[in-house]
Each structure stands twice: as structure tokens, then as C-alpha cells.
């Protein structure tokens, strides 16, 4: 018996913001972006919101549209739990779990959001299964407890609202978008085989962002953007919304994401490469019989470095970062979309999927296909 991940979906904003448009806005290149971090482009929700993301994300991991990968339809009543990973929700209150329960009409589910960084939806998957193992109907615990047996899982980020334009060093790293995953409590077969979740102090405070960011995208009751239909692509429009060349004319705005990019780097190699062998160990299984890790999209030289580190080609890894950059949370659930329509994962394949993130978080999931 175990946890089974039955469908996953990704989406992403319309605008797409290649490096060459950045030079126009900070003193950096195409070549130093993409060789130093493998990015070429990201994108930019500038009329959409998480939610809006994070409703298309859902769709396809339940099976109600095409893209993605689903076993099959799964009703609205059948979903016992949303949780949503982000640290840019549209809304304190409602959470956007909420917002995204009322708006599928997952009428049954309980909902929260939950903020681990970049680690958001591995801490998520793991909360989840936990979750399951107590509380399906023929679990030990499961008399008194809300009984789960299917749970929504959520990463949606809109980076760019926290993002320092000004700062080359980090400006050219981060994009947006929403993957999402739906996971089902089976009597007769595996699926989550072990999982690990960790912090560790960063007394440096390497990466931080303060508590609010400016001007969100207005939406309605239901967290649907009230500026779908005046949808402009220009880089022009970007800066009107997000006040790019403002920003730089005036100094650093307040609330936004810093990072000393080295601490970050070294911390992201050790965690990835240790959050695999704690979760495989857990497992009882070996490196030798993972098919694929899907791991947390920061830069590509973290991952090459990590395969390096594990012995393994970088082959051995979903890589998607080139045109999406470092969506946080929205990385791990949007890079197993493109795996699984990759035809990367097949049944009864085991997968590692493995985060690192500010805070410093890290986690990693094995699971069975
Ligand atoms: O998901 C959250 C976790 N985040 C991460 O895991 C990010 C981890 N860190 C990184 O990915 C890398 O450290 C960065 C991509 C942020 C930076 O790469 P780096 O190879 O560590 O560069 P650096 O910070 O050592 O900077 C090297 C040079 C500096 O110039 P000087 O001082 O040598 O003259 C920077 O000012 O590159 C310069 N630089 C740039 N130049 C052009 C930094 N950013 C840029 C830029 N364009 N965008």
C-alpha cells in the first residue's frame, strides 16, 4: 500500500522574457546567463495570478484537460486536501488553497498553504503522504481524523513581484508559473516509498525577503485576474506593472528577494546530494535502482556539480531551467510534467524528486511509478 502520484500538470504566464530583454534593464549578457546558470528565458505573469496558474496546473493533474500526465479522471468530491506551496500567494486571507478548492470545486477538501521556499512542494507531497498513512479509512489512526485518501498538491510562485530588478545578480535567475500534482492512498500498491524533510540555519541570511510585496495583479472573489483581457507582452508593459526602470532610477525597493549567490550555491550542492542519500537510504534502495531525478531548478551548474558529486551523467536529471529560470516551489511540480510527457517516467520506475531553498530547506521524495 502506499501513496500514488496518479496525475501532474504544469502552466505557465503568456509573456516570455528572453535574456536579451534583460540587458536592456541591467548591465549583464545572453552568454554570461546562460553559461553560468543554463537560462534563456523565463516567464513573466503579468496578468495572470498564482491561482489563475495554479487552476490550469490542477486541470490537467486531474485529468479534466489535455498536458500533464494523468491515470485518470478524478472527481471533484474525491479530493480530501489541497496544499498549496508558494512565497508569493496572491492573498494572506483566503489562502490560496482555498481560493483554488472554490474555484475546482473540491467541495470535500480541507485547505491550507504552506511556505517552505523552494522546498515548498517536496515538504508538501511529504505532509500529504504522512497525512494519508494516518488518516485513509483503513489506516490505524484513521477513527477521529478526517479520513484522506486523495490530496491536490500545489507549487505556484510569481517571483517576479519580489524579484530585485535592479540587481543583475539575482534579477536574471527567477521566473513564474504553477505544476501540480494529485496523489491517491492505494491499498494494493506502492507509491512513496520514503521521504526526507530538513532545515538548517542560514545565519548569514544568505536569501531573505520581507513579509509583503507591492501591487498585486486585482482579482476577484475567486482569485481570477481582472486583467486577463487587457494582456499586453511588451517589455514596456512589464515595466509599467512591475516599475523596473523606476526601481533602478531610485534605488533598491524594500521588499524583495537577496541573496548572497555563493553561500546559496554551496549550501543547494551539499543539500541535493545529501537529500538523496538520506531519502534512498530510508528506502532501502541505492542510487542503482532510481531511473530519474527530477531536482529543484536553481541553476544547471548546481545540478551538474550534484550529478558530478552522486557520479552520474547530468542525462540522469530532468533539467527544464532554460526557459524557466527558478520558479521555487513551482520548479519541482512543472519539471515532472515535463518528464512524465517526456516519456521519462514509466510504470514501476523509481523517481527521486529532490529540493534545496531558502531558509535553508532541503527534502526529497523516492517514489514508485
Ligand atoms: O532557489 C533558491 C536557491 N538559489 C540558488 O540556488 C542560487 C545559487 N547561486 C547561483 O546560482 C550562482 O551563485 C549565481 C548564478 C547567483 C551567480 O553565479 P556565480 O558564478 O556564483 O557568480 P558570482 O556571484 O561569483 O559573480 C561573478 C561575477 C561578478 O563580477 P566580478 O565581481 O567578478 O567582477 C558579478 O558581479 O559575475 C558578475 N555577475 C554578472 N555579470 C553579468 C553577477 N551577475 C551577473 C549578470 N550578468 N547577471
Same mark, same amino acid.
Given at each position: ?5 496518479i496525475g ?55 485529468g ?5 500526465y494523468s491515470e485518470r ?68 489512526? +484513521? ?131 545529501? +537529500? ?29 556539480? +550534484? ?63
Amino acid at each position: 500500500m502506499g501513496c500514488r502520484i496518479i496525475g501532474c500538470g504544469k502552466a505557465l504566464p503568456a509573456l516570455d522574457v528572453k535574456n536579451d530583454e534583460l540587458t536592456k534593464l541591467v548591465d549583464t549578457s545572453d552568454e554570461w546567463i546562460v553559461t553560468r546558470t543554463g537560462i534563456e528565458s523565463r516567464r513573466v505573469a503579468v496578468a495572470e495570478t498564482g491561482t489563475d496558474l495554479s487552476v490550469a496546473a490542477a486541470r490537467q493533474a486531474l485529468g479534466w484537460d489535455e498536458g500533464g500526465y494523468s491515470e485518470r479522471r478524478v472527481d471533484p468530491a474525491e479530493i480530501d486536501l489541497v496544499i498549496y506551496a508558494t512565497i508569493t500567494p496572491d492573498a494572506m486571507v483566503p489562502s490560496c488553497a482555498g481560493l483554488l478548492r472554490r474555484r475546482l470545486g473540491l467541495e470535500r477538501a480541507a485547505a491550507f498553504d504552506l511556505n517552505a521556499a523552494c522546498s515548498g512542494f517536496v515538504y508538501g507531497l511529504s505532509v500529504a503522504e504522512s497525512l494519508m498513512a494516518a488518516c485513509a479509512p483503513n489506516a490505524a489512526g +484513521a477513527s477521529g481524523r478526517n479520513p484522506i485518501r486523495r490530496a491536490l498538491i500545489v507549487g505556484a510562485e510569481r517571483l517576479s513581484r519580489i524579484t530585485n530588478w535592479p540587481d543583475r545578480n539575482t534579477c536574471v535567475l527567477f521566473g513564474d508559473g504553477a505544476g501540480a500534482a494529485v496523489v491517491e492512498w492505494d491499498e494494493e500498491r506502492p507509491g512513496i516509498l520514503s521521504s526526507f524533510i530538513a532545515n538548517e540555519d542560514d545565519p548569514t541570511n544568505a536569501l531573505t525577503c520581507p513579509a509583503a510585496y507591492d501591487s498585486p495583479v486585482p482579482f476577484d472573489n475567486e482569485g481570477v485576474s481582472l486583467r486577463a483581457e487587457e494582456h499586453d507582452d511588451s517589455l514596456d508593459a512589464v515595466d509599467e506593472e512591475l516599475g523596473i526602470r523606476a526601481h533602478i532610477a531610485d534605488g533598491e525597493p524594500r521588499q524583495v528577494l537577496r541573496m548572497d549567490g555563493q553561500k546559496v550555491f554551496k549550501f543547494a550542492v551539499g543539500a541535493l546530494s545529501a +537529500a538523496v542519500d538520506v531519502a534512498l537510504e530510508r528506502a532501502g534502495l541505492t542510487l542503482d535502482d532510481v531511473s530519474l531525478i527530477v531536482p529543484h531548478q536553481a541553476n544547471e551548474r548546481i545540478i551538474r556539480y +550534484a550529478a558530478k558529486k552522486i557520479g552520474r551523467p547530468l542525462d540522469f536529471f530532468q533539467v527544464s531551467i532554460a526557459h524557466r529560470g527558478n520558479s521555487s516551489a513551482a520548479c519541482i511540480p512543472m519539471t515532472l510534467a515535463d518528464a512524465y510527457e517526456n516519456g521519462r517516467i514509466k510504470p514501476g520506475d523509481k523517481v527521486v524528486l529532490v529540493a534545496f531553498g531558502g531558509g535553508f530547506t532541503s527534502g526529497a521524495v523516492v517514489y514508485e511509478a
